[in-house]
């Protein structure tokens, strides 16, 4: 038998380095989502099972962890995304017509690491609009993003920008089941040209090319230009090209590099229009990740314009440069005299000023602590001063 | 079939209002602790269940919600306590000789309410303070408490304080079983003189009427002073009265009615020595509790003396009389005129100062956003100004 201390595969503790930017860049990363109008939310850990798939697919069923509700004899699911509990909220409990703005960071669980090496739990951090389809939400969203990223401290971000609506509107010109669809959306996603032309034998020659233009239309700006030429005839296409366009205008000159790729890499059936990744150099694995998820709300009766990112907290931490918390530069030693009022005051004033002074609780001068101390609280002619402790090399 | 947006019973979303209040005091606490000198860990959501039950009772295990890993086929539970899992990062993570202090903010689930009404989902803020046995860590953890309560807005805090110690030196007087002692720790703090009488039948009168003494040794500080008369004959339960005594000549100046209750309320399996339950003026379930459990590390193989407690950080949330979060007062409607470099650079500026700004996405002058706003940037003579909104009335 294992010892008892061991933790699950992929399941980790956040010790007190980590802790300490993790906290910090939350703080931060909300805050920045307050000044722009996003109230936070905290949606439960648990919920019935078919509530927390509702309009999702098969793969976050396989990620989701399940367990009996003694109380209902119900199914219930720890949540493996938090996006869909946001939507739930907007449809019934602010159940607004307007635009409404909100934001989360929440732990999520999956029954197995979504990427190579990653945590089965994931402390997500995100930010959602509803109400709003036009694409002044998608850029909101967007700069949003590249602001948080900014925030966090990472370093010329790379964004992988596509746009589903592209690939919807020419699967609606071609005559095919709704499974159908969902195989061509793979294939295209997974860029298998011949796969999708032999399925696609079938359809027009024009609307085939166009199709299988999308899995070469990846790379810089100029990859909108082409599409353009490419899928001229059909204008619903070329709409959802103009949208990523104008996002393109607005956030070209925020640092970071963007690419396209409009055979996309995101879900097709959870997104409807602008989806975006954003990685950091060198990297491979996605810091976060967003877009528009319009038909969401419909599988809670009510449908409204969705559009939100999400990013990785954790990971972000990772690459966020130096952290002034509290308690990062001193630390004070003082003698754990609780009957002296003059010392007990002069610990309680520094402390409030966000210095970190610990008590030492044998006070004898044998420091057992494990912290180690800049400066110390030591009495000299009759009063308490503070002096730097000087360490012996 | 229920409507698939309703929730579990006992489970709840945490809404804007509460939610901004609630992170508002996370952060207050969680600074405090920091400059106390307690360092921030996160320990998983899962592990398996063996470890989270480790030197619990069967209360805990019938508390946790379980579930199977399908990596290793065995089974997990989600943690429904966090104590001791700070427990086991100090042992094995840590594993330091020295003292050391921990602290934590995170989510526990439970099967059922643990009180009438209560969410099964409870935030739990806590600190925890291992390596050292002395009354100084009983008094540091207790006066740490308090200041969160005061912190927190909690007027006249009632602080319940009791010392398993005291019964546990009686019980070694007793020649009985395990299991008759755990018989007798529930009947002590029941109260129940009768069972105790007829259970402790043939032990000498001396110990029994000690042990029976205990279930009316509850109220003001008169309570010890009449313990060191009736426990006079058992030097080891006077040890455990000198320290109340000691904690109360520290905290009774501390702006909280104490109360002691020697038949305490708390798990006599899990805790070791002084325990304390905190309670807001007017209300029958708890705020917080804590106190002594030098004995769970060893279930970890590697005993280490610790004390510490744990909050309700929702329950306390509510006491929070004002929030002064970032976008708490202004919120300043701003047009959506992305190319408008002047207004960016406005906008930039005041969320910089913490003052929220929404972008209305028409930006036609017909507004549909939730918020309600207090000023608005507005066009005059060329140039982008802050007015107040005139609520018409």
Chains 1, 2 share one sequence.
Not at 117 to 138: K, M, T, W, Y
């Amino acid at each position: 038998m294992l010892p008892r201390w061991i933790l699950p595969e992929y399941i980790d503790d956040v010790l007190p380095n980590e802790a300490k930017r993790v906290e910090y860049l939350r703080r931060q990363l909300l805050d920045l989502f307050a000044t722009q109008g996003f109230e936070l939310v905290g949606p439960p850990t648990i919920e019935y099972l078919e509530s927390l798939l509702t309009g999702s697919g098969k793969d976050l069923d396989l990620q989701t962890f399940k367990t009996i509700d003694r109380l209902s004899g119900r199914t219930l699911g720890f949540r493996a995304d938090i996006t869909p509990q946001i939507s739930r909220i907007d449809s019934h409990l602010i159940g607004s017509d307007n635009v409404v703005r909100l934001c989360y960071c929440d732990k999520v669980l999956r029954t197995s690491p979504t990427e190579v090496d990653s945590p089965r739990e994931v402390i997500q951090l995100g930010a959602e609009l509803f109400g709003f389809d036009g694409i002044e939400g998608d850029i909101e969203i967007c700069r949003l993003m590249l602001k948080s990223l900014q925030v966090s401290g990472v370093v010329n971000p790379i964004l992988d920008i596509g746009n589903v609506a592209i690939l919807r509107a020419l699967l609606r010109k071609i005559n095919c089941s709704d499974e159908e669809k969902v195989e061509v959306a793979n294939l295209v996603q997974r860029k298998s040209q011949s796969e999708l032309s032999d399925l696609l034998k079938n359809v027009s020659k024009s609307d085939r090319d166009m199709v299988l233009s999308l899995t070469e239309l990846f790379g810089d700006r100029s990859v909108l230009s082409e599409a353009r030429k490419l899928l001229a005839r059909a204008p619903e296409a070329i709409s959802g090209v103009e949208r990523l366009e104008a996002i393109y205008d607005v956030i070209s000159d925020l640092g970071c590099a963007i690419s396209f790729d409009l055979a996309e890499p995101h879900g097709y059936d959870y997104h409807s229009g602008v989806v975006f990744t954003a990685y950091a150099q060198g990297q491979n694995t996605p810091l976060g990740h967003g877009g528009r998820y319009d038909d969401i709300g419909s599988a809670f009766d009510r449908a409204r314009p969705a559009t939100g990112f999400t990013l990785n907290l954790r990971k972000l931490a990772q690459l966020t440069p130096s952290v002034e918390m509290v308690g990062n530069k001193k630390c004070v030693y003082a003698p754990s005299n609780f009957d002296d009022k003059e010392l007990q005051r002069i610990v309680e004033d520094l402390r409030s000023k966000g210095v970190v002074v610990i008590t030492d609780l044998i006070g004898d001068g044998t420091i057992k602590e494990e912290r180690s101390f800049t400066d110390e609280l030591i009495l000299v002619d009759g009063e308490w001063s503070l002096k730097p402790v000087i360490k012996s090399t």
